[in-house]
């Protein structure tokens, strides 16, 4: 089975979605003023910076958070004055590099975002049966080896995420860690610098009519978001245990240490499956009442990929 699949010829580089993130936030930047080690021949290569009044404060948003509002409900909304900040921002974005759904979206987005987790150089994809974006997540993965690079699929039945670069046709979320809000660490940009160069470097082999045979990689596909235990009062009276903190991708079994109480209690996982937590302790989702992420390992598999035959005619 072979996926025809058209040139790309225009790729996003988003930085500051959250404003307090500031490894894509310091990279869009430069980028914008040197783009050389992001041009690549024959692509349109735009470095963007989505929330720039929270850059400015340093703030992860201003009215409500710019990566949970690309529903078309949000996008459809009629601009009025108390319309929120990000709302406003996600429909020029949309206008853009949108419209979301339509053919003249922007082929390929990279969001480039920082968290609080000890989660690496993760890659965060939406859809298990986009044949383009799991070979570009293979090839990253192989350039980078042996350091890791896991990938996350937020593609779920009822959990919904509406982000930021799911205006393009093939979105690609870059989640790097750990680094505390408002820092910047340079091993951290370092490691989300390789994973967009790799990137592009695929972008341009598949251009110039590079074939990438079948196909499969890991990736730890979201099964249900965890909330730290509470009181009537909706307090929260646990943290993450220590012997969980840090341990991102890292398997929790039955019985394993999830939360400690202020008493000293530990509060075990009781699950009757292995599951791999991640965005442990991630201090942006205390607002969210998510204490971590859990997750299954699963196997993705894209078919055989080429330029399509009218594209390489065109080129």
């Given at each position: 089975?072979?996926?025809?699949?058209?040139?790309?010829?225009?790729?996003?580089?988003?930085?500051?979605?959250?404003?307090n993130?500031?490894?894509?936030?310091?990279?869009?930047?430069?980028?914008?003023?040197d783009?050389?080690?992001?041009?690549?021949?024959?692509?349109?290569?735009?470095?963007?910076?989505?929330?720039p009044?929270?850059?400015?404060?340093?703030?992860?948003?201003?009215?409500?958070?710019?990566?949970?509002?690309?529903?078309?409900?949000?996008?459809?909304?009629?601009?009025?004055?108390?319309?929120?900040?990000?709302?406003?921002?996600?429909?020029?974005?949309?206008?853009?590099?949108?419209?979301?759904?339509?053919?003249?979206?922007?082929?390929?987005?990279?969001?480039?975002?920082?968290?609080?987790?000890?989660?690496?150089?993760?890659?965060?994809?939406?859809?298990?049966?986009?044949?383009?974006?799991i070979?570009?997540?293979?090839?990253?993965?192989?350039?980078?080896?042996?350091?890791?690079?896991?990938?996350?699929?937020?593609?779920h039945?009822?959990?919904?995420?509406a982000t930021?670069?799911?205006?393009?046709?093939?979105?690609?979320?870059?989640?790097?860690?750990?680094?505390?809000?408002?820092v910047?660490?340079?091993?951290?940009?370092?490691?989300?610098?390789?994973?967009?160069?790799?990137?592009?470097?695929?972008?341009?082999?598949?251009?110039?009519?590079?074939?990438?045979p079948?196909?499969?990689?890991?990736?730890?596909?979201?099964?249900?978001?965890?909330?730290?235990?509470?009181?009537?009062?909706?307090?929260?009276?646990?943290i993450?245990?220590?012997?969980?903190?840090?341990?991102?991708?890292?398997p929790?079994?039955?019985?394993?240490?999830q939360?400690?109480?202020?008493?000293?209690e530990?509060?075990p996982?009781?699950?009757?499956c292995?599951?791999y937590?991640?965005?442990?302790?991630?201090?942006?989702?205390?607002?969210?009442?998510?204490?971590?992420?859990?997750?299954?390992?699963?196997?993705?598999?894209?078919n055989?990929l080429r330029?399509?035959?009218?594209?390489?005619?065109?080129?």
């Amino acid at each position: 089975m072979s996926s025809p699949c058209a040139r790309v010829r225009r790729v996003g580089l988003f930085g500051g979605t959250h404003g307090n993130e500031l490894s894509g936030v310091l990279l869009v930047r430069h980028w914008q003023q040197d783009g050389a080690e992001i041009q690549r021949a024959g692509v349109q290569v735009e470095p963007f910076l989505t929330n720039p009044r929270a850059v400015e404060r340093c703030t992860r948003y201003i009215d409500c958070d710019l990566n949970r509002v690309f529903d078309p409900e949000s996008l459809g909304r009629p601009v009025v004055e108390d319309i929120p900040y990000e709302v406003r921002r996600a429909q020029e974005i949309n206008h853009i590099f949108g419209p979301k759904g339509s053919d003249d979206a922007y082929d390929l987005i990279f969001d480039l975002h920082n968290t609080t987790s000890n989660m690496g150089g993760t890659i965060i994809l939406e859809n298990s049966r986009d044949d383009f974006t799991i070979q570009m997540v293979h090839y990253i993965k192989n350039a980078l080896a042996p350091e890791p690079c896991p990938a996350l699929l937020i593609e779920h039945p009822s959990l919904k995420y509406a982000t930021t670069r799911s205006v393009a046709k093939h979105p690609v979320g870059v989640e790097v860690g750990p680094q505390p809000q408002g820092v910047a660490r340079a091993d951290v940009l370092d490691k989300m610098r390789k994973i967009v160069k790799h990137g592009l470097d695929f972008v341009q082999l598949f251009n110039e009519g590079k074939e990438f045979p079948p196909c499969t990689i890991e990736v730890f596909k979201i099964m249900e978001k965890v909330d730290y235990p509470r009181n009537k009062n909706g307090e929260i009276i646990a943290i993450i245990h220590p012997k969980l903190q840090d341990q991102d991708w890292q398997p929790l079994k039955n019985g394993d240490p999830q939360f400690l109480t202020l008493d000293g209690e530990v509060i075990p996982y009781q699950g009757n499956c292995t599951v791999y937590p991640t965005f442990i302790n991630e201090a942006a989702y205390y607002e969210k009442k998510q204490a971590f992420v859990k997750t299954e390992k699963i196997k993705l598999t894209a078919n055989h990929l080429r330029l399509s035959v009218s594209e390489h005619s065109t080129s």
